[in-house]
Structures are given as C-alpha cells and as structure tokens.
C-alpha cells in the first residue's frame, strides 16, 4: 500500500474510475452527445447531492477527521448550484426539480456517513472535488458547446471555481492536506473502500439518467401512435373525446348515439325500399 494516504486513494480507485467514466451517460457526454434534458437531470442529482454533502462536511468542520481539508470559499458547490438550478428550471425551481432514486441513495450514504462515520467523509469529498477540479472542467466546454449555452458561464456555474486560481496547485495543496489525516490502519483501510463505494454511487446515479432518457425517447417515438395514448386526467371530457392521429380531438362515437341510431334507421329504410323494388 503506497505511503500517502491520496495516493493509496488514487491507486485503489483506478478500476472503477475507469468504469464511471465509461458508463454510457458519462461516454456519450464526453463525445457531446447531451441534450438539454439530461443534462438538468445530472445537474439536479448533483445539487441535491452536494446539499447533503456540505450539510454535512459543515457538521464536521471542526472534526479532526475532516477539518485540515475544511475549504468552503475554494469548493463549495452549493450556492452555484442553486444559480444553475434558476437558470434551468426557473424561479420556482425548488418546486421542480427532479430527484430519482439514485440521487437519494447517494444522499443517504453521504448523511450516514457525516453522522456516524465522520472519518470516512474524506473519501466523499475527495471523489467528488478533486473530480470537479479535473474532468468537471472539460464537461463545462463540452455542455457549453453542445447546449448552445451563454459564454458567460450561465447554467454552467456549478464547474467554475472563482477563488481557486490554478487548479493544479490547490489539488496537490488539497492532497497533501489529506497525507496529513491521522488514523488507525484500519480506519485507513475503511477510507479506501468508502472512495470506492462513491464511486459506485456515481456509476449508480449515471446509470439511471440513462435509462430515464432511454425510456423518455422511447415514449416519445413515433411507433407509438397518439392516437392509441389517452390523456390522462381529463375527467368527463376524455369520455366524449378521443385523439386522432394528428392530436386534434374528435368527437367520440359514443357521444353521437342519437345521430347515429338516425343514420342506421334510415340506412336499414332505404335498404328495405330496394330490395323490395328488387323484389318487385
């Protein structure tokens, strides 16, 4: 195991930084394949899971265990998160924003581990800052570009660290604050597996945006005709209207009986009146 507790992170944490980057989500960002939809879908999961993880590096601040890599002023992400959430969900966006299920596993582990395990926390917040200070950088362009977004940074906040002036520099500041943690082998050993098991999260949570975006263009494909989906909630109208091909409502046969019992009695006259001239 290598001497210094950043670089134990670093090597034991390879593999499944491999695999989160690979995940699906993660691969057809980085090619610029993202839409304006799953990216308010990441940055929502993010914003509430970076809520729970600054709640709680709050609560430890001043813990041993956490408090030589206490920098509020140079990472934290809430405040440019709830910009970024007024920039795509609106004024209102408390009311409106999305949070799945993944998002809510990774925010419960994030409170267990600030409330009982407080020396793991570090592992949290290794994964996910130093993450933000690297690649966080490269996916900001990327939306940037592939979104159309302002280049003044709107609606990308979230990856802009204004009081971090080289990014190289704090993250070997910010490592070496965390060579200075004390702890017990053990404790050391459950650090490692907590990095990983963050990981894990992300991989979790990017899997789910896929598959909600999967199954949004699903429900959205033309296979599905409107005519065969009824609007749901409509009460007693959706009784009397149904929709044609082209979305316009049409009145339901169900709804002319009158009409249409005239129209089959006079068909059956008429029938009538020619077969009896047929007859004749």
Do not use: C
């Not at 429900?219 to 909630?233: E, F, K, M, N």
């Not at 009538?272 to 047929?278: M, Q, R």
């Amino acid at each position: 195991m290598p001497q210094d507790l950043s670089e134990a992170l670093k090597e034991a944490t390879k593999e499944v930084h491999v695999q989160a980057e690979n995940a699906e989500f993660m691969k057809n960002f980085q090619k610029g394949q993202v839409t304006r939809k799953g990216f308010k879908l990441v940055m929502a999961s993010l914003y509430h899971i970076y809520v729970a993880l600054e709640e709680e590096i709050e609560r430890n601040k001043e813990n041993p265990v956490y408090a030589p890599l206490y920098f509020p002023e140079e990472l934290h992400r809430r405040a440019a998160l709830e910009r970024d959430m007024a920039f795509w969900y609106g004024p209102r966006w408390e009311d409106a924003i999305p949070y799945t299920q993944a998002t809510r596993r990774y925010v419960r582990r994030l409170h267990e581990v600030g409330r009982k395990e407080p020396e793991l926390l570090v592992a949290h917040a290794y994964t996910r800052y130093l993450g933000d200070l690297s690649g966080g950088q490269v996916l900001k362009k990327i939306a940037q570009k592939a979104l159309d977004l302002p280049s003044s940074g709107e609606g990308v906040d979230f990856f802009t660290f204004p009081n971090v002036a080289s990014a190289t520099k704090f993250k070997q500041l910010y490592r070496s604050r965390m060579n200075t943690l004390e702890m017990t082998p053990e404790v050391r050993q459950r650090v490692i597996e907590e990095a990983k098991a963050a990981f894990l999260l992300n991989i979790q949570l990017f899997e789910e945006l896929q598959e909600l975006l999967a199954q949004d263009a699903e429900d959205q494909s033309p296979s599905q005709a409107p005519g065969l989906r009824r609007r749901v909630g409509s009460g007693a109208r959706d009784a009397a209207l149904t929709e044609t091909p082209r979305g316009k409502p049409q009145p339901n046969l169900l709804s002319q009986a009158p009409l249409l019992r005239w129209v089959l009695t006079l068909s059956f006259v008429v029938a009538t009146v020619a077969v009896g001239l047929y007859v004749m």
